[in-house]
């Protein structure tokens, strides 16, 4: 009865332990396999390193950005940021104005018979022929 005492208490202390080993899993830094070594991000920093084995010592660059390619991105993001200001500013001003063309005016519509309507003229028409009532137009 004992050693199934220990043994459960043995299999409770495995279980924590393997719950404290992932949860030490999700640290500061994300690994990713590359086609010479990997590639470490930092999660808090954002940095990134280029990580390499040479001459048996793991080494790890790191990664410098294109200052240039940042700087433009960052130019055009500033400028389309002004043009929707500009964009919002001329839309409340046109909005203010209320509207620069005036409603049409009533149109009267004469309504041209429809298909329905000329068949039945029609038919009374030769209805009136046969009856006589209608003198037959030459």
Known sequence: ???????????????????????????????????????????????????????????????????????????EVRALNQRVDELTDRLSTLEEAGPTVSAPQAVVEVEEPGFAELLVQRLFELVRDIKGERQPSS
């Not at 279980?15 to 590639?39: H, K, L, M, N």
């Open 1 to 75: 009865m004992m050693r199934l005492g220990l043994l459960a208490f043995g299999l409770l202390g495995l279980t924590i332990a393997a719950g404290s080993a992932q949860e030490a899993g999700t640290g500061r830094y994300a690994v990713e396999p590359s086609v010479d070594g990997f590639i470490r991000l930092d999660t808090e920093t954002g940095a990134m390193s280029h990580c390499t084995r040479q001459d048996g010592v793991w080494r790890c660059e790191v990664l410098a950005e294109d200052k240039a390619a940042v700087e433009a991105l960052t130019d």
